[in-house]
């Protein structure tokens, strides 16, 4: 069933479903958080770095995922939700958490709409909030110590 979806959606992006192709979008898409190449290498035991990044690359060139960045200086990977060219509406806000270094997904917030000046045409947009996650803030010892 959830295959079936998968493939469609390679193929709707021109993309030749491979069985590693439909393994790499799965565990993107299934993932309500963003994924960095080592963490995607760490759940696909079966397939190599450099076929994930292969992979990755062909994704993103075909608007099936898109790359976002946590200010921690790795990239890290998502399915597109919608069925567009990975438009800025396509696009939510991101939550990094300073003490669990982890970076959450409100994929009900999209991200504004910013007026560009004359002449700029944004193609992509990272919008992230930075602080303390919900499971963080009720740790009994104090932020700054871990800070
Ligand atoms: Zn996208
Ligand atoms: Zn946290
Ligand atoms: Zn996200």
């Known amino acids: 069933m959830k295959t079936e979806e998968y493939l469609s959606r390679l193929e709707a992006?021109?993309?030749k479903p491979t069985s590693t192709r439909l393994l790499v979008y799965r565990v993107l898409a299934e993932h309500r958080h963003?994924?960095?190449?080592?963490?995607?290498?760490?759940?696909?035991?079966?397939?190599?770095?450099?076929?994930?990044?292969?992979?990755?690359?062909?994704?993103?060139?075909?608007h099936l995922i898109h790359?976002?960045?946590d200010g921690t200086g790795v990239a890290r990977y998502e399915a597109c939700e919608g069925d567009d060219d990975c438009t800025l509406d396509d696009q939510h806000?991101?939550?990094?958490?300073?003490?669990?270094?982890?970076?959450?997904c409100f994929h009900s917030l999209h991200v504004p709409h910013l007026p560009m000046p004359e002449g700029f045409e944004a193609e992509g947009v990272n919008f992230l909030v930075k602080g303390v996650c919900p499971d963080c803030a009720r740790q009994p010892y104090p932020k700054t110590l871990m800070a």
């Open 13 to 15: 992006r021109g993309v």
């Open 34 to 62: 963003p994924l960095s190449l080592r963490e995607l290498d760490d759940e696909l035991d079966t397939v190599d770095r450099s076929t994930i990044f292969r992979t990755l690359t062909l994704f993103l060139a075909n």
């Open 67 to 69: 790359a976002i960045e």
């Open 93 to 104: 806000v991101h939550f990094y958490c300073r003490l669990c270094q982890r970076t959450f």
